[in-house]
């Protein structure tokens, strides 16, 4: 235990009379004849008189007999009740120096040092005190930002209505899009006034039936209309989604003079259509807000049960995923890709399936929105990066050397320990790095440059090939081929679908094997589907190619079947 040392008398006295100067409230002490023997700053304030003029002088400044009868009552009654119980409170109006009549609140404690009484006595301005609840109240209710009501006022608001209103009542939710990368590139101030620019624009349309306009906070708004048709409120939404086409100008030192769009998502619901309880019409107009924001944003959505249904239906799929993911129902599927001059497999593109437990095999199509939305996509890339890794070590042992590509997107290479599940992958499996390739897409590029230039850049030193998958069909600039370590480009299949018969495709591609023979990278043509077109891309310089006419998607058995078979023809021939 620390020691303790008490407070000296001397400085706990020095600090009640600082307390005392400081204390908010006016505080007096009277002597038993109840004259003036000491008051604090906030009294000489309140009262427009110094401690000096009223030392001595009796309370209320004047001798007994110069009170008025109301006055003189009030001092007996104040006599008796500290005479009769040490104590007493009391609501008084009193004017002070200047004439101004003040609303006191006013306490009273008789007190006595060594059987000498004493009377304490503190002053509260009541117009002071109800001037700061309104204060306190303000900010209870209403956003700081915007001055608008909060979600708090709003529920109330709504509540109200649905109980007096014998029309409809219709509840609006929208958020502004793309709120926390506007946030990011305006910075706090920024974001701050294009959020109350935003709302000014809003105010200014002066809407039809508007009840109530509330801010939640953030990019996160409300309105609430009465009237005698809820359709009437379209026209009042497509007057708001048409403000929102026209730019905001910032003078701001990162987006100077730009303009900045505020497109917003919206959700609708109605009383009587969509129920009588405020809560439930807020949470349906919610959930048309998520259904819109699912939808890519910018538009308006009103509340209907099909909604409840695809978000019972996303709810059961994630509860699915996760079951998936843990019992490794997620398996790998590998498609060939193979050298166009010589017809030799070199590798594989491991494409993700789900052995789903009833509706059987599932492609990504059927899942993979949902594995983004949910935030599983590592979990994904973890299973599907294991097993292959497994069937690499199998391919290994059976002499077999070719490598197989696996798909990243921006939320795998985002996660802290996608480098080190790739890097203890290969050391725990004994796999030469070159055996592993991984592709990239041309959106994740754009999405998280920073991190993902990062993690190219160490897989790179490990070892591994990397592949620039789908390219043409972004917005990737040409400068990336030359800023990342790629060793493969692959040619979208939308390039090669129509190449024997269209020179425009013909020309794209063509230029695509020019830009990568220049930059000493190998190409790659998907969705090759006949000879024709292997056999002009062949022609043109293109080194490696895939699709349904090499393969389709295989099990690891068939692969691993299709890899003897090259083998043994391979050792067949003289």
Known sequence: MTDFTPMPISNKQQLLVKLCEQFEDAIFILDDKLRYLSVNANYELMLGYTEKFLLSRPLGIYAAEFLSEEEQGVLRNLINSL?????CEIDFSMANRYGEILDCHITYRKIYLEDTPYYVGTIRNMATLAKNRKK??????????????????????????????????????????????????????????????????????ELDNLRC????????????????????????????????????????????????????????????????????????????????????????????????????????????????SNECQFVPYYQPKFALDTGVISGFEALVRWQHPTRGLLRPADFMDAIISH???????????????????????????????????????????????????????????HQLHIEVTESSLIQRHANVKKQLDLLKELGICLALDDFGTGFASLSYLQEYPFDFIKIDKSFISKITNDRTQRAIVKAILDL?????????AEGIENVQQRDLLLSMGCQYGQGYWFGKPMTADEATKMLTQQHLSKNDRP
């Not at 005479?83 to 104590?87: E, H, K, M, W």
């Not at 209505?161 to 946030?183: C, G, K, P, T």
């Not at 299973?383 to 199998?394: D, S």
């Open 516 to 524: 990568a023979e220049a930059l000493d990278m190998h190409v790659i």
């Open 136 to 205: 306190v109240a303000h900010l209870l209710n209403y956003d700081q930002l915007t001055g608008l009501p909060n979600r708090k006022v709003f529920l109330s608001q709504t509540s109200e209505l649905l109980i007096e209103s014998y029309q409809e009542v219709v509840v609006v939710r929208f958020n502004i899009d793309r709120y926390r990368n506007l946030a990011i590139l305006l910075g706090p101030d920024g974001i701050n006034k294009l959020v109350e620019n935003f709302v000014l624009r809003i105010t200014e349309l």
């Open 83 to 87: 005479d009769s119980t040490g104590f």
């Open 213 to 324: 306009f509330s801010h939640f906070g953030g990019d996160d708004f409300a309105l609430l209309f009465e009237c005698n048709d809820a359709n009437m409120v379209r026209h009042q939404l497509d007057s708001l989604m048409q403000m929102c086409e026209r730019p905001f100008f910032l003078n701001d030192s990162v987006a100077k003079e730009a303009q900045v769009y505020c497109h917003i998502s919206v959700g609708v619901s109605y009383f009587p259509e969509n129920g009588n309880e405020f809560i439930g019409l807020l949470t349906k107009a919610e959930k048309a807000l998520n259904y819109v924001k699912q939808q890519g944003g910018d538009d308006v959505c009103w509340y209907h049960k099909s909604i409840n249904e695809k978000n019972a239906h996303d709810i059961q799929l994630e509860s699915e995923l996760r079951t998936a």
């Open 375 to 433: 935030k599983l996509s590592f979990e994904l890339f973890s299973q599907m990066a294991n097993q292959i890794a497994k069937q690499l070590t199998v391919w290994q042992y059976l002499g077999f050397e070719q490598h197989i590509c696996i798909n990243a997107d921006a939320a795998e290479f985002s996660h802290p320990d996608f480098f080190d599940l790739v890097s203890n992958l290969l050391d725990s499996h004994k796999l030469a790095a």
